[in-house]
């Protein structure tokens, strides 16, 4: 089974708990020990879409990034939070059996910092293509955004993201800005992915104001534009049972990213229900979370789904081949 159609099937028919499946495939494109082999895995080659990177040099003289950008500051003030250079990230793809991971820097406020950001996931595409699939950070608000951004494309980066509205200082809901960066990767049929949290519980920090209605806002703009909103868009894909909303968010995915720090398990199989498998990316946000726990949270869903969100989604929509 692997149509759309055959997925939407089977989340409709609460595939959650217990339902069977082929057995367990070996990981793909990995080496040595698997740690969780005891796990069944994912049909096919796992593909994480939400992985942070930085420089050994960023991360050597994290202090004085501290005082370059306030959002920056705010995420990596504790030294409890983690960082991760490329050699960190392979070693995990490695040891937890992921194929391939979209990484991205950081977005600054700054475009100079945007710049040096994706100056380093450049090199490292470069260094691994096999493994690394690289999008661009850039400041919609500040001047030179399309610049940095045709750059980076021209360079090899196949998207645009994680952007954060709160700490880059636009609104989704309305932002020109944004809208000529979404015009170009529209044109050439490049994805975008963008921050996203709920509207409701306790605060943390990352937390904003980019809840599913900015985010509902600037899908409807831009309807030719692939994006992905990250940390289950907030919540916004419950509203894919809207007829209306579902056509507004047709070309709209969302990423699985802290969702265990936020949801119950059952959120994947609400959010496989309620918009569709399809639509639902393994992302993890490491170095905040191992893949491992997304792959220990999912271990009861119908396998054909379990292999869609960890992978096969992401190759149809990043067009991998
Ligand atoms: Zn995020």
Redesign the pocket.
Known sequence: MSTTQDLGRLAGKGYARGAQGPPPAAPVGVRGDVRGSQLSRPVGPVIDV?VHVFSPDVIRQRDSYLDRDAWFKMLYTDPKSRMAPAERVLAEMDATGVAKSVIFGFAYHDQGLCRETNDYVIEVVRAHPDRFIGFACVSPGEPGAVAELERCLDAGLAGCG?L?PDGQRFELAVCPELDEVAGVLAERGIPVLI???EPVGHDYP?KGRNTPGPCYEFAKRNPGLDIIF??MGGGLFLYELMTEARRVLSRVWYDT??APFLYRRDIYSLAATAAGPEKLLFGS?FPLLSPLRYLTDTEDLDSTIRGAVFGGNAAAMLRLG
Do not use: I, L, P, V
Request: net charge negative.
């Open positions: 939400h994680e954060f921050h996203a949290n990352g990250a940390h990213s802290a946000d």
